[in-house]
């Protein structure tokens, strides 16, 4: 498969009243064409600001993308013009979100916010791009289309405004869909019938999906390739299937311990102790040692790096480093 985004070394910072926050601290990954690249990591790890730096929507002077650059399609978006990155934006690259209100107008008609990305970027005339939304409304399994098409917003249900969000975003055929925690906000089963439609549309287009999620259960069901994020820094990644069968970081493997099984008694339910560090107290030494059962005296005073191991799994942890790990 060809690469689609190589991301590499991205930093994004943030400068607060009480200081300079790395919230996403020298990642890289790649996105290969018709794959499903899925982000995972506890709250305030940096995952959106990560989609965020992709999308170009990290605004000065509260934040900065400071270093590292985002290959897509043989261009660095991070050197492109506004009016350039916004034409790629919603075109060649969409993003959903999981509150559909952040992106949907309030008073414009669900027609009319299909049809606006079609006029504007596929440079359809008005009646085409009626009909079209129409159709993108019925493809995400909404009934009656024509009367939705003429509703506002606030007619629709939770779980309605997310298909027309990514009727939206998939209007103009992305080569990449990022969808920050599209379906958190909905109950299981229209969860599941979002998904089963994310993945409907990529199977048609040959779209790449990079996908932020908390839950390893979507992880499970999504991903080709699993990047785990902590404090800002990517942990561990590699392929499904083996990362979920042989995890290596002890954070990915405290993670999936977390993922509730069929019978489970919610008492019984295992959760990483302690938390995430304050970003703004960071120190040199691996972010996850004071919660880590394996913690050596080295996690205390320097930084694995990510390493790639025979498995083509890649982990940053001090237990796969040999020798000075001991010391
Ligand atoms: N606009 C901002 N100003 C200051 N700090 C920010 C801003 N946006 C994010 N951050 C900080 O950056 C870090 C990463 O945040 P991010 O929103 O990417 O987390 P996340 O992994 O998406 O979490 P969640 O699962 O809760 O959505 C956090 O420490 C957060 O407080
Ligand atoms: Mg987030």
């Given at each position: 498969m060809k690469h689609l985004m190589n991301v590499e070394g991205l930093s994004t910072m943030f400068y607060t009243e009480e200081g300079k926050v790395a919230?996403?601290?020298?990642v890289s990954f790649r996105v290969r064409e018709g794959e499903t690249v899925c982000i995972v990591g506890e709250s305030g790890c940096g995952k959106s600001v990560t989609a965020m730096s992709i999308m170009g929507l990290i605004e000065e002077p509260g934040g900065r993308v400071t270093g590292g650059k985002i290959e897509f399609a043989g261009e660095d978006l991070l050197k492109l013009d506004k009016n350039t990155l916004r034409a790629i934006r919603g075109n060649e690259i969409a993003m959903i979100f999981q509150e559909p209100m952040s992106s949907l107008n309030?008073?414009?008609?669900i027609a009319e916010q299909i049809m606006e990305p079609l006029m504007v970027?596929?440079?359809?005339?008005k009646k085409a791009a009626r009909e079209r939304a129409i159709e993108l409304i019925k493809q995400v399994g909404i009934s009656r289309p024509e009367q939705i098409a003429d509703?506002?917003?606030?007619?629709?249900s939770g779980g309605m405004l997310q298909r027309i969000m990514i009727a939206v975003a998939v209007s103009c055929n992305p080569k990449l869909l990022i969808a920050d925690?599209?379906?958190?906000?909905?109950?299981v089963t229209i969860q599941a019938q979002i998904l089963d439609m994310l993945r409907e549309f990529k199977e048609n287009s040959g779209m790449s999906i990079l996908l932020i999620t908390h839950d390893l259960g979507v992880v499970a069901e999504m991903a080709d390739y699993v990047i785990v994020m902590y404090s800002g820094k990517i942990v561990e990644e590699g392929e499904v299937v083996e990362l979920f069968k042989h995890p290596k970081h002890p954070y990915t493997r405290g993670l999936l311990k977390s993922k509730p099984v069929v019978g489970q008694r919610l008492e019984e339910l295992y959760s990483i102790p302690g938390q995430v560090p304050n970003p703004l107290e960071?120190?040199?030494?691996?972010?996850f040692h004071d919660r880590c059962?394996?913690?050596?005296?080295v996690c205390r005073s320097r930084q694995p790096q990510l390493k790639e191991l025979d498995s083509g799994q890649k982990v940053a942890c001090w237990l796969y480093e040999e020798v000075e790990a001991h010391v």
């Open positions: 919230a996403v601290d020298n309030p008073v414009m008609k970027h596929l440079k359809m005339k509703s506002y917003p606030h007619e629709l925690e599209p379906t958190t906000a909905l109950d960071l120190e040199a030494s691996c972010y059962g394996d913690c050596m005296q």
